[in-house]
């Protein structure tokens, strides 16, 4: 992984996240300036506060730095709702999800 990809990354699901630069900054308990430091290359977030970034977008760690991963928030909120279900609607969906990829 490179510093690109991770100032990319925080961009994109920024975006799908719905919010600014601006906004996020300010929710972060950051200046405005924030996030648009981070994305332009001018700074990179230590450790701690990545995790902070990976929090508020709704993410782990782990699902922001796969990149096969296009929507990891959603993806996210899809399992939550899978734990709540059982065993039988959630073979019922896997069959739903098989036909669908057979597509």
Partial sequence: MTDQFIRDRI???RI???VSE?????DLGHSGSYVKSISSGRSLPPLKEFLYICEYLGVTP???FDEDLK???LLQQ???SLKALSDDD???IMGNM???QDK
């Fill in 11 to 13: 961009t994109a699901l």
């Fill in 16 to 18: 799908k996240k719905g």
């Fill in 22 to 26: 601006y906004k996020m900054s300010l």
């Fill in 62 to 64: 782990r699902d922001f």
């Fill in 71 to 73: 929507n990891p928030a």
């Fill in 78 to 80: 899809a399992m939550d």
């Fill in 90 to 92: 959630i073979t019922l």
């Fill in 98 to 100: 098989k036909r669908l």
